[in-house]
């Protein structure tokens, strides 16, 4: 073989070997591109997948968190619109010894001559106020069911409840004509919640404003 032949040989095997390093090249771009481009996917799908993730989570987490407030926002006055946990019938007030309602007529008015003149003095108007109505039953009480906060015997025409910061225990309140004596807590200020005897009777008189009247001594 003559150089000439040999060289030639050479020039081809060359431009073989190059061209194959060429295509290996070329080849191992070609699958680093897609390798990238599946990293990047994977990527935007777990990001994604988070997201969503965190996005229902918070969802759940703001919906207990309201369902939560809303529990501890319950307030006697919400409960006026349903029915009581246990009403039973009431039966006819009677003191211990069992007298009849003439006799106890008879003896309170006794006791009205008995009792010392009241101090001088007069009733301020305290302007409106929003009048509401409870019984004493769970509905309303909760575990105070036929308790007052201020110990006092719950008695229907008499006993109110009403913010510490506007009335003290045994105020006496004027409303519609009627006397009432702060007995009881449970409302916030503005407000004077009017004892009755049934959760119905309450949810029938309702709400509705008035000027009430406080008594104040000379």
């Not at 309201?66 to 019938?89: G, K």
């Not at 007030?93 to 101090?119: F, N, R, T, Y």
């Not at 008695?155 to 004596?181: C, H, N, Q």
Request: aromatic share 8%; glycine share 6%.
């Amino acid at each position: 073989m003559t150089n000439r032949n040999r060289n030639m040989e050479r020039a081809i095997r060359r431009r073989e070997r190059k061209r194959l390093a060429d295509l290996n090249r070329n080849d191992r771009s070609v699958f680093e591109v897609m390798i990238k481009v599946m990293l990047t996917a994977l990527a935007v799908i777990i990001g994604l997948a988070i997201w969503i993730w965190a996005a229902e989570a918070q969802a759940e987490e703001e919906a207990f968190a309201a369902v939560l407030r809303r529990t501890r926002l319950i307030h006697r006055e919400e409960l006026m619109d349903t029915e009581c946990f246990h009403v039973p019938p009431l039966p006819e007030v009677l003191p211990a010894d069992g007298e009849p309602p003439q006799a106890i007529e008879i003896k309170e008015a006794k006791q009205a001559e008995e009792l010392p003149a009241e101090p001088a003095g007069h009733w301020e108007n305290l302007g409106k106020h929003k009048i509401t109505h409870y019984c004493p039953e769970r509905c309303c009480n909760g575990e105070n069911a036929w308790e007052t906060a201020s110990g006092a015997p719950m008695t229907f025409g008499r006993t109110v409840a009403a913010s510490a910061r506007e009335f003290g225990f045994g105020t006496k309140l004027l409303i519609d004509g009627k006397e009432y004596t702060v007995e009881d807590r449970g409302v916030g200020p503005g407000c004077i919640d009017i004892l009755v005897p049934t959760h119905k009777e309450g949810r029938q008189r309702g709400r509705f404003y008035t000027d009430v009247y406080v008594w104040r001594e000379d």
